[in-house]
C-alpha cells in the first residue's frame, strides 16, 4: 500500500515484481491514475480514489509550493492528509481484506497498521526514506539543515508525531466500526521496516532501534519490450551526449519561465538538453534540445552526461544506478535531503535549488563542472557498481518467508 506522486510507487512495481517471481500473489494499492504502471509489472491493482496530480493543482496544492520553508510545506501536505484520507481508507480496507500481510509504504504507514492490527494481520514496513528519529540527519521529509544531534533526533520526533495526528481521526473511525481494541504503538514493539535504499548511499544510523534494516534499492519494473522513442535515439545519435533535466511529480507556478531559465544555464554551458514535461509542463525548443514525456529512467540516463532533477528517491537512485553525474535541484521535502547525499558521495558538485535558479551562471556553472570534471563520472561510475551487487528484493522476501513459516507475527 502506498500513496503519493510516480515517485512512491515506481519502486514497488520492482519489489512487488521480484515478490511475485518468488511465488507471492502481490496486489498494489494506490491511486487510480497509476493502474497501468502496476499493471504492466504484472501485478494486481486495487485503486484509491485520489488523484495526487489534480489535488497539487487545486488552491490548497498550490499554497504547498508557494510555501518557502520545509515545515511550512510539511504542515500543509498533512492538512491535505487529513482531508483526504478518509476517502482513502475503505478503499485499504477492502484490499486488506483480501490479504494475507500488508506491505505499508512511509505515506500510509499509520493508517496500514491500524487496519492491520483491527483485522489480525502482520504487517511490515517498506519505506523509499529513512524516516525514524536519529541523531545522524534531520527529518528528511523537513529538509531542514542539521539540528545537531539531540536536535535531529527531537525534530524526527516530532515530524512523526505529526504524521501520526494527520491519520488519527480515520484510524479512529475504522477501530470503531471494526469493533476493534486500541492500536498497539509501532515504535515500541519495534514494528519491522525494510527501507528500499542502499547503506553505501545511506549508512545505517548507529542511534535506529531495533527492527529497521536497509537491504537496497528497488528498481521500478521496465517491461523487456521497452523501448526509448525513436526521436529520442534520433536526437542522442545527432550530437555529443546531452543532459537530462527534469521535475518530475512537483509543479512549479511559471513553467514557462522555469522551461527558460533551464535552457538558457544548458546553452551557456554549452551543453545539449532532453527536457522531460514531467508535471510542472516544462518545455524546451530548437535543435539542441529535446522535450520528452514519460521515458524509463533506466534506458534513458545511462545516455546522459549528466541528470539535473528534483532529487525525489526515485530518480536520485535512478541517476546513481546510471553511473551518472548529478545537479540535484531540491524543490521540496526530502529532496534536500538526497540532494546532501549526492553531494557527500561525490557524484555533484552540489544542489542548485530551484528559488536559486534564477541567479547567474549558478546552475552554468553547476552543469560545466559536473560534465567535464571527470572526478564526478568516475565516482558515479564506481557506486553504481557497488549498487549492481545488491538485491533489495531478497531482505523482504526472506522476511515473508519467514511469516509463512510461523515465525514471529506470523498470521494466527
Given at each position: ?5 510516480r515517485g512512491d510507487v515506481a519502486p514497488f512495481t520492482g519489489l512487488g515484481h521480484g515478490l511475485m ?185 548507529a542511534d535506529w532501534r531495533p527492527g529497521l534494516t536497509i537491504g537496497g534499492y528497488w528498481w521500478p ?105 548529478a545537479v540535484p535541484m531540491p524543490v521540496w521535502f526530502d529532496g534536500a535531503f538526497w540532494a546532501s ?72
Amino acid at each position: 500500500m502506498t500513496a503519493g506522486s510516480r515517485g512512491d510507487v515506481a519502486p514497488f512495481t520492482g519489489l512487488g515484481h521480484g515478490l511475485m517471481r518468488a511465488g507471492h500473489d502481490v496486489t498494489v494499492v494506490t491511486h487510480e491514475s497509476f493502474a497501468g504502471l502496476v499493471r504492466e509489472a504484472g501485478l494486481a491493482f486495487h485503486g484509491l480514489p485520489v488523484d495526487p496530480q489534480a489535488e497539487l493543482r487545486t488552491e490548497h496544492g498550490q499554497r504547498l509550493l508557494t510555501s518557502r520553508s520545509g515545515p511550512g510545506k510539511l504542515a500543509w501536505v498533512l492538512a491535505m492528509a487529513r482531508r483526504l484520507v478518509g476517502g482513502m481508507a475503505p478503499g485499504m480496507l477492502d484490499a486488506a481484506r483480501e490479504s494475507d500481510v500488508l506491505l505499508l509504504s512511509g505515506s500510509v504507514a499509520p493508517l496500514g497498521h491500524a487496519i492491520a492490527e483491527c483485522l489480525g494481520l502482520p504487517s511490515r514496513g517498506v519505506y523509499l526514506q529513512p524516516l525514524a528519529p536519529t541523531r545522524a540527519f534531520p527529518p528528511p521529509v523537513v529538509g531542514t539543515r542539521s539540528c545537531g544531534g539531540a536536535g535531529n533526533r527531537l525534530a524526527g520526533r516530532a515530524v512523526n508525531a505529526a504524521l501520526e495526528l494527520a491519520f488519527s481521526k480515520a484510524a479512529r473511525v475504522l477501530e470503531t466500526e471494526l469493533g476493534s481494541p486500541r492500536r498497539r504503538n509501532r515504535e515500541r514493539r519495534n514494528w519491522p521496516v525494510h527501507h528500499g535504499f542502499s547503506t553505501v548511499v545511506v549508512p545505517r544510523p548507529a542511534d535506529w532501534r531495533p527492527g529497521l534494516t536497509i537491504g537496497g534499492y528497488w528498481w521500478p519494473y521496465t517491461p523487456p519490450t521497452a523501448r526509448l522513442p525513436q526521436e529520442v535515439h534520433d536526437f542522442l545519435d545527432s550530437g555529443p551526449p546531452p543532459v537530462f533535466v527534469g521535475l518530475g511529480s512537483p509543479t512549479v507556478p511559471d513553467p514557462e519561465r522555469v522551461s527558460d531559465l533551464i535552457v538558457r544555464a544548458l546553452r551557456e554551458a554549452g551543453l545539449r538538453g532532453v527536457i522531460q514535461s514531467g508535471w510542472s509542463g516544462l518545455r524546451a525548443d530548437g535543435d539542441d534540445m529535446l522535450t520528452i514525456g514519460e521515458a524509463p529512467h533506466s534506458l534513458l540516463f545511462p545516455h546522459m552526461a549528466a541528470v539535473v532533477h528534483h532529487a525525489g528517491a526515485g530518480t536520485t537512485a535512478a541517476g546513481l544506478r546510471a553511473g551518472v553525474p548529478a545537479v540535484p535541484m531540491p524543490v521540496w521535502f526530502d529532496g534536500a535531503f538526497w540532494a546532501s547525499r549526492l553531494t557527500a558521495l561525490g557524484v555533484s558538485p552540489g544542489p542548485v535549488p530551484l528559488r536559486r535558479l534564477a541567479a547567474p551562471h549558478t546552475l552554468a556553472t553547476a552543469l560545466a563542472a559536473a560534465v567535464r570534471d571527470p572526478v564526478y563520472r568516475r565516482r558515479a561510475a564506481v557506486l553504481a557498481e557497488r549498487l549492481r551487487q545488491e538485491d533489495g528484493v531478497a531482505p523482504v522476501r526472506a522476511a515473508l518467508e519467514h511469516l509463512d513459516h510461523g515465525g514471529p507475527g506470523a498470521r494466527r
